[in-house]
């Protein structure tokens, strides 16, 4: 855990607002919603301890993470700058939850007695972004080290440290669950939500369509098949256990924990590359690639051939490879991603009925507002027995997040590629809200690469009609689920932060099944101590390339000084070489007997910092705009907190 040594570096703004940037006025509206917006949430949602008020009907082990996704992202708002009162609101909510799950018999011991981790990563994104939010909180810690060694402590059964595997595709604080639970005893066929997956098994005799699941004796057969092959064994989704590990090493560095994000991750890597690159989706009891599928490389739990193929797998080798790359410093992990985006886009085309192509394309085009007709890249998510299949769209979140890491001319290339097929203008800010928190990547990285101006304006504007709808709909519906509906909540939660996140910290929002958040720049109130944006402060990336960002900050106040701590990297993982900002002339704001508002004139000053910190200290009505030139990945992550600084001048209100 690190609170960095002394004072940070300290630079002054100088530069009066003249024209009030609108950007920054929407910013800090949005916050101001916001506030009052979970407010509301939580008076009409939740107990007295925090937990969702329901009593309706739970399934055998699925629903844990429909309950913490309600709140997934209060932290994150309080990162940002939200309220102070809104982190003992998020970490009460964190509780009442656990203790309802509890209840239920789904937690044990405050962890989810065992599940698959595409839901698992759903459920702790809640708890990564509170360690994140305040990781001097000592019960949070011990949580996340506890959390921690159930998988990287063989002793708990859920970790082969031999074959390098996790042991089946249902784990957690119970240890390895055999199967898929009794739900799926029996896959019969009338599961209408999952008929456009298909077959989860395509090589049972005398099963080769969906209705062939009709007959009860067909139905128990491929129950038996899904819990003897699909229950057991390591598969590639479990790769998003690595950030439960990861967290708790951002606290002290514990060998134990990196050995085991390296190792695990490490073994996949050699199982992609005996695969000519391509990660496989799962391995047997043994440890041995297809040791349940006849070999194939293809056919686990939440793999390439069943439900979601891409959508999955491809989540878990970015959020490991990112892992990796956090732990190591090194980015050569990343082409365990690298290789399955490239894969499926090898074998695209081009067609016009991105809507009804593949099982899950009517979201996207609604969402991006493609009418039938318009010609769309369409990518291959799913691999099977008759080869690749299920054609939908390619998912820019991937390819926008290599890039991110990265910023290597061959992933900004293969990003800008996608543009040419994408069936929308990417300049366009689409009106939707994903409960992902991302979908709007394309508009934002053609605002960092200087095509598209007006971005933060239009998104602050869309965030604000996010939560418009959500208040609209909870005013309209102010009680539980009426037909146990348990993702009710999280269509609901009215905290939006992916337009934040953005054009805040100059990054895309944590990858949701599972991922760590990862910043460009991070903030602190440096006269509070406390993450986050100060009361009045706005803050815009303007950039963000491989040698640093172009970042800008407003203090909107017209009484008050604010001092804000810039950190790059979510974890100061970054340093700070120099800072070059603009500087005011000193004869501003001139004489009071001219009728004209006068432009400040500016000059460049450059600054050594050698940090991954600095102040900059803000009187009201004031802005700086500043180039950071940044060495990434140049020191050692940690959980940073924030403590007032010592030179910090006591202005404030």
């Known amino acids: 855990m690190n609170d960095t040594q002394g004072d940070p570096p300290r630079i002054d703004a100088t530069v009066p607002v003249r024209e009030t940037p609108l950007w920054a006025v929407l910013e800090r509206r949005l916050f101001s919603v916001l506030d009052q917006a979970w407010r509301e949430f939580e008076a009409t949602y939740c107990g007295p301890d925090g937990r969702l008020a329901y009593d309706g009907r739970m399934h055998h082990r699925d629903g844990v993470d429909d309950f913490y996704e309600p709140f997934f992202n209060w932290p994150v708002l309080y990162r940002l700058g939200g309220a102070d009162?809104?982190?003992?609101?998020?970490?009460?909510?964190?509780?009442?939850?656990?203790?309802?799950?509890?209840?239920?018999?789904?937690?044990?011991?405050?962890?989810?007695?065992?599940?698959d981790w595409f839901h698992q990563g759903e459920s702790l994104n809640f708890f990564y972004a509170l360690c994140a939010a305040d990781p001097d909180d000592a019960a949070f810690r011990e949580r996340a080290l506890r959390f921690a060694r159930l998988y990287s402590d063989p002793a708990r059964g859920n970790y082969d440290p031999v074959a390098r595997i996790i042991v089946a595709p249902h784990t957690g604080s119970g240890g390895p669950r055999p199967g898929l639970g009794t739900e799926w005893i029996e896959y019969s066929a009338d599961q209408a939500v999952m008929k456009p997956y298909g077959l989860p098994l395509d090589d049972l005799p005398g099963i080769t369509d969906w209705d062939d699941l009709l007959p009860p004796r067909n139905a128990r057969r491929m129950g038996d098949a899904m819990q003897e092959r699909l229950g057991r064994g390591d598969t590639a989704i479990n790769l998003a256990a690595t950030s439960l590990v990861t967290n708790a090493w951002l606290y002290d560095h514990d060998a134990e924990f990196a050995d085991w994000v390296v190792s695990y991750v490490g073994a996949w890597r050699e199982r992609a590359a005996a695969n000519g690159g391509l990660i496989p989706d799962n391995v047997g009891p043994s440890g041995i690639v297809g040791e349940l599928h006849d070999g194939h490389w293809y056919g686990g739990h939440y793999g390439w051939a069943w439900p979601h193929g891409l959508?999955?797998?491809?989540?878990?080798?970015?959020?490991?490879?990112?892992?990796?790359?956090?732990?190591?410093?090194?980015?050569?992990?990343?082409?365990?991603?690298?290789?399955?985006?490239?894969?499926?886009?090898?074998?695209?085309?081009?067609?016009?009925?991105?809507?009804?192509?593949?099982?899950?394309?009517?979201?996207?085009?609604?969402?991006?507002?493609?009418?039938?007709?318009?010609?769309?890249?369409?990518?291959?998510?799913?691999?099977?027995?008759?080869?690749?299949?299920?054609?939908?769209?390619?998912?820019?979140?991937?390819?926008?997040?290599?890039?991110?890491?990265?910023?290597?001319?061959?992933?900004?290339?293969?990003?800008?590629?996608?543009?040419?097929?994408?069936?929308?203008?990417?300049?366009?800010?689409?009106?939707?809200?994903?409960?992902?928190?991302?979908?709007?990547?394309?508009?934002?990285?053609?605002?960092?690469?200087?095509?598209?101006?007006?971005?933060?304006?239009?998104?602050?504007?869309?965030?604000?009609?996010?939560?418009?709808?959500?208040?609209?709909?909870?005013?309209?519906?102010?009680?539980?689920?009426?037909?146990?509906?348990?993702?009710?909540?999280?269509?609901?939660?009215?905290?939006?932060?992916?337009?934040?996140?953005?054009?805040?910290?100059?990054?895309?929002?944590?990858?949701?099944?599972?991922?760590?958040?990862?910043?460009?720049?991070?903030?602190?109130?440096?006269?509070?101590?406390?993450?986050?944006?100060?009361?009045?402060?706005?803050?815009?990336?303007?950039?963000?390339?491989?040698?640093?960002?172009?970042?800008?900050?407003?203090?909107?106040?017209?009484?008050?000084?604010?001092?804000?701590?810039?950190?790059?990297?979510?974890?100061?993982?970054?340093r700070i070489d120099r800072v070059t900002f603009d500087q005011a002339a000193?004869?501003?704001?001139?004489?009071?007997?001219?009728?004209?508002?006068?432009?400040?004139?500016?000059?460049?000053?450059?600054?050594?910092?050698?940090?991954?910190?600095?102040?900059?200290?803000?009187?009201?009505?004031?802005?700086?705009?500043?180039?950071?030139?940044?060495?990434?990945?140049?020191?050692?992550?940690?959980?940073?907190?924030?403590?007032?600084?010592?030179?910090?001048?006591?202005?404030?209100?």
């Open 85 to 115: 009162d809104l982190l003992a609101s998020a970490k009460k909510h964190w509780a009442g939850v656990t203790a309802q799950m509890t209840e239920c018999g789904f937690v044990r011991d405050e962890y989810e007695v065992g599940y």
């Open 311 to 574: 959508h999955s797998v491809e989540a878990a080798a970015m959020i490991a490879a990112v892992n990796e790359t956090l732990v190591t410093g090194d980015t050569t992990a990343l082409d365990l991603a690298r290789v399955p985006l490239d894969t499926v886009i090898a074998r695209s085309v081009v067609r016009t009925d991105a809507g009804t192509a593949g099982s899950m394309g009517w979201g996207w085009t609604q969402k991006m507002a493609v009418a039938p007709g318009v010609p769309v890249q369409l990518v291959p998510y799913r691999h099977g027995a008759n080869g690749w299949f299920d054609l939908h769209p390619v998912p820019l979140i991937y390819p926008v997040w290599l890039w991110w890491l990265t910023s290597a001319t061959g992933d900004l290339g293969r990003l800008e590629a996608l543009e040419k097929d994408a069936g929308f203008d990417w300049r366009e800010t689409k009106w939707f809200q994903d409960k992902e928190e991302q979908g709007h990547e394309a508009p934002w990285v053609s605002f960092l690469l200087g095509r598209n101006p007006g971005y933060p304006e239009d998104a602050l504007a869309l965030a604000l009609g996010q939560v418009t709808k959500r208040l609209a709909l909870m005013r309209a519906t102010p009680y539980g689920p009426p037909d146990d509906d348990i993702h009710w909540w999280q269509r609901l939660n009215p905290v939006v932060t992916e337009v934040l996140t953005q054009l805040v910290t100059g990054s895309p929002p944590a990858l949701y099944n599972g991922g760590l958040a990862l910043a460009r720049v991070t903030f602190g109130d440096a006269l509070r101590g406390r993450p986050g944006l100060p009361d009045g402060v706005a803050a815009l990336v303007r950039e963000a390339d491989a040698e640093g960002v172009r970042l800008e900050l407003v203090n909107l106040d017209p009484v008050f000084r604010r001092e804000v701590v810039v950190q790059t990297g979510a974890f100061g993982e970054d």
């Open 586 to 653: 000193e004869d501003h704001p001139g004489d009071s007997h001219s009728y004209l508002i006068p432009d400040p004139e500016t000059r460049p000053v450059t600054t050594v910092i050698g940090s991954p910190r600095l102040v900059v200290a803000l009187p009201p009505l004031h802005r700086i705009s500043m180039r950071l030139e940044v060495t990434r990945r140049a020191q050692r992550p940690a959980h940073s907190s924030f403590t007032p600084t010592l030179t910090a001048t006591r202005k404030d209100s």
